[in-house]
């Protein structure tokens, strides 16, 4: 079985025991979120499409490590007007285990 969940303003899809990361959640390691923002369950049967979302589905899920993504530099530049401006950005990331996802 598995779920197509959106956090963070993008979309995983998602089975159990599955690691990802995704964007920031206010949660410390080793506490237990639900994501309720399931977009699809598809298992066993035919596929369940939410419109937009699938009602009463939830994905269940364990913070590992709350962590930072590798730095990505972003350089701007306009040639001939003296413009160079050079910026790095490390996205605060959290870690989760899928640990079960509950359709209705």
Known sequence: MYAIIKTGGKQYKVAANDVIKVEKIAAQAGETVTLDEVLMVAGDGAPVVG??????ASVV???????????????????????????????????LRIKDIKAN
């Open 51 to 56: 419109v937009p979302l699938v009602k009463g």
């Open 61 to 95: 899920a364990e913070v590992l490590e709350q962590t930072k993504g590798d730095k990505v530099i972003v350089f701007k530049k306009k040639r001939r007007h003296n413009y160079r401006r050079k910026n790095g950005h490390r996205q605060n990331l959290t870690v």
